[in-house]
């Protein structure tokens, strides 16, 4: 099950930013960066990164990712076009987040498909790909074999989500840790907040309210007892909480809780009723009814599947 061998396209011009990511969430796996032919590319800082491998690393790569590069608004050659389409083909994933996401749309491969990209450009694929359903607000959407996500850090989520999809919690996990990333978030949460939150002594306030929730998940916890922990009104307190993580107290909670729950599952034998204590929900009909809305099977099964 998953994924071992991951090829990168790089483009002309192709974001530093982008490379990065992409080398530390899958440079663990069989991992390689390609170009249109050997040879060095360019980067949106103006350096030329020496690039071994062209499109033929793609033919075998069971992961296929579309960097995003600043020449993003020219068509990509028709070489790499036919090199997308025939890895979606042989049945690869494909993904791609940010303007990397026009790769795979000029190859056809987001056709009637739901799509996002980073929401500045949103239009403009829309425009040139109107057979494209934009979803311009998610971090990420999950079609299946072709995935992709909005701007710049949301390449993480993306890339995060695809290997807890593929490899599980735990080592999704791991990786997370080692960039210092949260370990997950929905691809539905927003790309961006209207007003960001000032750096003041309420921004420590918050965080520190965050970290005491999370170690406190097997509890419930109300609303106007974070509120009160953050010296807080409750209405500022949810206006503030919305800004910073684009949500409401109750879904990040829930979703926290199902975090745990998942790691748990995977790497400990503990009882799926002594885990739902664990976790805040208090009975496991109850955590077997959020688990199942969430990844669409039974914490049994998602525990069968990962601890094979």
Known sequence: MGFTTVAAYAPDGVTALGLGVVGELFGGFDFAVCGARPGPVRTDLGL???????????????????????????TPPEAVLDAF???????????AHCVGVFGLAAAGLLEG?????HWRFAGELAARHPGVRITAAELYVDE??????AGAAAGID???????REHGPARANTIAREMVTPPHREGGQAQYV????????????????LGWARGHLDRRVSIDELAARALMSRRTFARRFKAATGGSPHAWLQAQRLDLAEELLVTTTLSIEEIARRTGYGSAALLRERFVDRRKVSP??????WSA
């Open 48 to 74: 030329r990164l020496p690039v071994e491998h062209g499109l033929e690393r793609l033919a075998s790569a069971d992961l296929v990712l579309s960097l995003p590069g600043d020449a993003f608004r020219t």
């Open 85 to 95: 389409r025939a890895a979606h083909e042989r049945g690869a994933i494909l993904a």
């Open 113 to 117: 498909r739901r799509a996002t990209t």
């Open 144 to 149: 299946g074999r072709v995935l992709t996500g």
């Open 158 to 164: 993306l890339g995060l989500h695809l290997i807890r």
């Open 194 to 209: 209207a007003a960001p939150v000032p750096a003041d002594g309420d921004d420590e306030r918050l965080a520190g309210v």
């Open 300 to 305: 049994r099964e998602y525990r069968r599947t």
